[in-house]
């Protein structure tokens, strides 16, 4: 199946640094790629959609310029964290797919745990 | 807006039984509905997808099952074993555009015990 995966898989910060993760689609090209918020013990919530050569569609209530989002080739998007708090740590996963179809599925990435001190 | 259910949250069993897994979704009107397995501190993976033209969908001792009507589906675990142990999510596309945005229920973690 279609491998996507996620850097850092943890990351430890200081309060106020920002702090970039990448999302990869390894072995296919993704059109869209979403990025998730995982807190303890809840599901995942989505924080925006990025297709590939446009900006970002930002879910209601996160911040568009806390959480900046570039999806720059068909197999990468960042998603970066600036002036990270500690109320931002929380687990950051990212899903792809490959075109645009409604019903082809999302690939997961395993996740980057985001720790703010 | 779309509003997803699981039940029980938390579910043990014995090694060998055979249990089911509930979600429910408040609008109908869906594409799809995807089952994924997450292990502790991991990503997602994706069990099965259920298109909205189906009413079940089998892989190994898996099989989910989707009633669009009453905005259930099911999945259903035959003879679990410990390595199944896992939350179980499950997942609509919601939105009429192609981007299918998907809203997840809370899950229910599973533990099976040998």
């Known amino acids: 199946g279609a491998v996507v995966s996620q850097h850092p898989s943890w990351v430890i910060c200081k309060s106020g640094t920002s702090v970039k993760i990448e999302c990869r689609s390894l072995d296919f090209q993704a059109t869209t790629m979403f990025w998730y918020r995982q807190f303890p013990k809840q599901s995942l919530m989505l924080m925006a959609t990025?297709?590939?050569?446009?900006?970002?569609?930002?879910e209601q209530g996160v911040e568009k310029d806390k959480f900046l989002i570039n999806h720059a080739s068909l197999t990468l998007s960042t998603l970066t964290v600036t002036s990270a708090h500690p109320e931002d740590s929380s687990f950051y996963i990212c899903?792809?797919?490959?075109?645009?179809?409604?019903?082809?599925?999302?690939?997961f990435g395993p996740g980057t745990r985001l720790l703010v001190l | 807006k779309q509003e997803v259910t699981q039940i029980p949250a938390a579910l043990s069993v014995p090694e060998g039984e055979n249990l089911v897994l509930n979600c429910s979704f408040t609008?109908?009107?869906?594409?799809?509905l995807q089952w994924f397995r997450q292990d502790p501190g991991k990503g997602l993976t994706s069990l099965l997808l259920i298109q909205s033209s189906q009413r079940e969908q089998t892989s190994g001792r898996l099989n989910a099952s989707l009633d669009k009507s009453s905005g259930r589906s099911t999945l259903y675990i035959a003879a679990s074993q410990p390595g199944d142990s896992a939350t179980y999510l499950c997942a609509v596309p919601n939105g009429e555009t192609s981007g299918s945005r998907l809203t997840f229920g809370e899950g229910t973690q599973l533990t099976v015990n040998p």
């Open positions: 990025s297709n590939e050569g446009s900006k970002a569609t930002y």
């Open positions: 609008d109908s009107a869906i594409y799809n």
């Open positions: 899903s792809a797919r490959s075109g645009w179809r409604r019903w082809t599925t999302q690939y």
